[in-house]
Nanobody
Framework: QVQLVESGGGLVQAGGSLRLSCAAS????????MVWYRQAPGKEREFVAS??????????NYAGSVSGRFTISRDAAKNTVFLQMNSLNTEDTALYLC?????????WGQGTQVTVSS
């Protein structure tokens, strides 16, 4: 079992920045990938960014809507994945969820709310 705890969300003005964290209850060495998703009210959950597992390299991927503004990174020693979000706009308002993918199953956190005001 893996418990994931997201933090770092909040209310920010458009153009501002936030840094989200996702802390895992055990080593992230076993993950195939760690992924950030988001879900806005009334919308489907959407992919935001992913980073390969520690043993799989450093490949990262971003949704087109956040590419160039968001940066995903990890600190394996702290079992934590980060999402640096810059140049936020109102369309980034959503619940941001962390996903930990292993060969057997995926694990999800409860999410952290990001609200961007105009």
């Amino acid at each position: 079992q893996v418990q994931l705890v997201e933090s770092g969300g909040g209310l920010v003005q458009a153009g501002g920045s936030l840094r989200l964290s996702c802390a895992a209850s055990r080593s992230i060495f076993g993950a195939r990938a760690m992924v950030w998703y988001r879900q806005a009210p009334g919308k489907e959950r959407e992919f935001v960014a992913s980073i390969a597992g520690v043993l799989s390299g450093t490949a990262v991927n971003y949704a087109g809507s956040v590419s160039g503004r968001f940066t995903i990174s990890r600190d394996a020693a702290k079992n934590t994945v980060f999402l640096q979000m810059n140049s936020l706009n109102t369309e980034d308002t959503a619940l941001y969820l962390c996903n930990f993918q292993t060969a057997l199953r995926d694990y999800w956190g409860q999410g952290t709310q990001v609200t961007v005001s105009s």
